[in-house]
């Protein structure tokens, strides 16, 4: 099991911006397809955007053009660039990683945006 630790989350206004972090305690990281999740209450969770190794990326339609995913393998970390957001983007974000049938998960990192 990989252990996956996010950052980044805060409060910003409509129209602002926020780079999540998740960094990976993995000696395999650039095998791993990598996720951004996110959940609000009362919703199901969802993916919001992942990357594989090769560096493909996808993205949930309500974030195409303002979410950006990117992954460093020589810092095992990957990053969720947010722009333009909206209040239905607030949630918790969770960073997931993925190889074979074995996924991880970290905690959460909390993003509100509020006038």
């Known amino acids: 099991q990989v252990q996956l630790v996010e950052s980044g989350g805060g409060l910003v206004q409509p129209g602002g911006s926020l780079r999540l972090s998740c960094a990976a305690s ?3 990281f650039d095998l791993y397809t990598m996720g951004w999740y996110r959940q609000a209450p009362g919703k199901q969770r969802e993916l919001v955007a992942a990357i594989t190794g090769g560096g493909s990326t996808n ?6 053009g303002r ?6 393998n020589a810092k ?3 990053y969720l ?7 239905e ?3 918790v974000y969770s960073c997931n990683a993925r190889v074979g049938s074995i996924t991880s998960w970290g905690q959460g ?4 945006v509020s006038s």
Do not use: C, E, G, H
């Open 26 to 28: 993995t000696s395999f």
């Open 59 to 64: 993205y949930v339609d309500s974030v195409k």
């Open 67 to 72: 979410f950006t995913i990117s992954r460093d």
């Open 76 to 78: 095992n970390t990957v």
């Open 81 to 87: 660039q947010m722009n333009n957001l909206k209040p």
């Open 89 to 91: 983007d607030a949630a």
């Open 109 to 112: 990192t909390q993003v509100t």
